[in-house]
């Protein structure tokens, strides 16, 4: 597709469950990132990849978080136990380079962790 | 450790004002910043990304200044419009990092027509 899609576009979990969210970034873009937002602040940094390594997850909150990009194209974030602190949404982003080009965000994932 | 704020949190002008988003930014060190736009319930939009050697960068009826020296920069927008009505964030990199991004909280900006 044109942009970055993200899917579910909303997910609801109770306190405990697994969760996977998916990015599926511009085709041919390098640099795949994760971002969190909370309500009414700014996306945070969780993880950054560039193809398939990962090269950066020092924004990961703890180790129930963990993401993947096995072939350098789709990307999962799973969450494993997840807490109510974990609600948030979720944003993917490409960039067709990691240097100097703009960063392009899909629409993002809620997770309600109830 | 980059940190970015932005000033208002909140504005609200009528339908045809020329206005201006500040964001100021810790760390001088920083190879670009970006601005972007977030309607409600979205991801974010690239609008505006000026590299650390140019001084402004236009896009129609948006342009985005960048003092690195005082750690500054300012998003003009030109003749605003109730469609121009969202969240204005702007990010810049961490210190040397070329990737990773540190985000401003966000002016909310409310057009009234």
């Known amino acids: 597709g044109a942009g970055v899609s993200q899917s579910p576009r909303y997910k609801v979990a109770k306190r405990g469950q697994d969760v996977a969210l998916r990015c599926d970034p511009i085709s041919g873009h390098v640099s795949l990132f994760w971002y969190q937002q909370a309500l009414g602040q700014g996306p945070e940094f969780l993880t950054y990849f560039q193809n398939e390594a990962q090269l950066d997850k020092s924004g990961l909150p703890s180790d129930r978080f963990f993401a993947e990009r096995p072939e350098g194209s789709v990307s999962t974030l799973k969450i494993q136990r997840t807490q109510q602190e974990d609600s948030a949404v979720y944003l993917c982003a490409s960039s067709l380079t990691g240097v100097g080009s703009p960063l392009h965000f899909g629409n993002g994932t809620r997770l309600t962790v109830t | 450790k980059q940190e970015v704020t932005q000033i208002p949190a909140a504005l609200s002008v009528p339908e045809g004002e020329n206005l201006v988003l500040n964001c100021s930014f810790t760390d001088s060190a920083i190879y670009n910043l970006q601005w972007f736009r977030q309607d409600p319930g979205k991801g974010l939009t690239s609008l505006l990304l000026?590299?650390?050697?140019?001084r402004e960068q236009t896009s129609g009826r948006l342009n985005a200044s960048l003092d690195k020296s005082s750690g500054r920069s300012t998003l003009y927008i030109a003749a605003s419009q109730p469609g121009d009505s969202a969240t204005y964030l702007c990010a810049a990199p961490i210190p040397s990092g070329t990737y990773k991004y540190i985000f401003g909280t966000g002016t909310r900006l409310k057009v009234l027509a």
């Open positions: 000026i590299q650390s050697s140019q």
